[in-house]
């Protein structure tokens, strides 16, 4: 399976959530590192996008909203999740799993991302860069 037909059959995981939540999907673009073939995708709505890769497994979660970015597994320790994350401990030998576990985070722990307008995300997103994007130490 290539990463492009890998990120076309997790949209049948992740579209019935972010569809009905408002975001369109957006095709990004393939291409070749030195790890081999990826592919990028996106979900948008108005101001806020979710976006990410595939390799070999889904990974390179980034959550955008006003300009603000957090990457999903610091936001799980931000708030405090990062033990309940389906994403941080899904099994990355089985090419689909990530899909699955980005959409139970995401129905978890992240409805103001998906219902609201991502003020929280942001506010995270604002504390995180005025710490230089490290992490408080107090987080697991």
């Known amino acids: ?13 992740l579209d019935p959530l972010l569809t009905s939540a408002g975001f ?13 073939p990826f592919a990028r995708a996106a979900y948008v709505k108005t101001d806020l996008r979710m976006h990410f890769s595939y390799r070999r497994a889904v990974g390179d979660v980034h ?5 603000e970015t957090i990457e999903h597994t610091t936001l799980m320790r931000m708030l405090g999740k990062y033990s309940d994350s389906k994403f941080a401990s899904f099994d990355r ?11 139970d985070d995401l129905q978890a ?23 230089g994007g490290r992490l408080p130490p107090y987080l697991p």
């Open 1 to 13: 399976m290539t990463p492009r037909e890998a990120i076309d059959a997790g949209r049948k995981v």
């Open 24 to 36: 369109r999907f957006d095709s990004g673009a393939d291409g070749q590192g030195s790890g081999g």
């Open 63 to 67: 959550y955008v909203v006003g300009g």
């Open 93 to 103: 030998s089985e090419p689909l799993t990530g899909f699955a576990a980005l959409r």
């Open 109 to 131: 722990f992240c409805s103001d991302f998906l219902n609201g307008h991502g003020a929280e995300l942001k506010r995270l997103a604002i504390e995180l860069r005025s710490q």
